[in-house]
C-alpha cells in the first residue's frame, strides 16, 4: 500500500514538474532572452519594414521586443531582430 501511494506521488510531482516545464518553455518565462543581432531604428522605419528585412516573423519579434511599443519608434533606438533562448 504504502509503495503504491509514493508511485502516486512520484508520479504526480513529475508530472507536476513536467507541466511547469511546459508552461515556462511556452511563454519563454525562466529563460534568459540573448539576443544575438540588434538594429538601430532609422528614420522612417517601421516595425513591419524591420520584421521583413531581418527576415523574421512578427511572432518572433513581438516575443524577442516585450516592452516595444510600435507606434512610438524613435530614432536610434535598438530592436532585436534575432535571438535565442537559453
Ligand atoms: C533575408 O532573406 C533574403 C532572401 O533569402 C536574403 O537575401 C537576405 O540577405 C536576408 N536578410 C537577412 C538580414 O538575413
Ligand atoms: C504606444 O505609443 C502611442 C504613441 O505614443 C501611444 O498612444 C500608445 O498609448 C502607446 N501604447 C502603449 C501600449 O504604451
Given amino acids: 500500500m504504502a509503495k ?3 508511485k ?10 513536467s507541466l511547469l516545464l511546459i508552461v515556462s518553455m511556452a511563454d519563454g518565462r525562466g529563460k534568459t ?7 538601430g531604428v532609422q528614420g522612417g522605419d517601421t516595425c513591419l519594414g524591420i520584421i521583413q528585412s531581418s527576415n523574421s516573423t512578427t511572432a518572433t ?3 524577442i521586443n516585450p516592452n516595444l511599443n510600435c507606434s512610438a519608434l524613435f530614432v536610434g533606438q535598438w530592436l532585436c531582430v534575432s535571438a535565442t533562448f537559453n
Wanted: charged share 10%; aromatic share 14%.
Fill in 61 to 63: 519579434f513581438v516575443a
Fill in 8 to 17: 502516486a506521488a512520484m508520479f504526480n510531482i513529475v508530472f507536476m514538474l
Fill in 4 to 6: 503504491i501511494n509514493n
Fill in 33 to 39: 532572452l540573448q539576443c544575438d543581432k540588434v538594429v
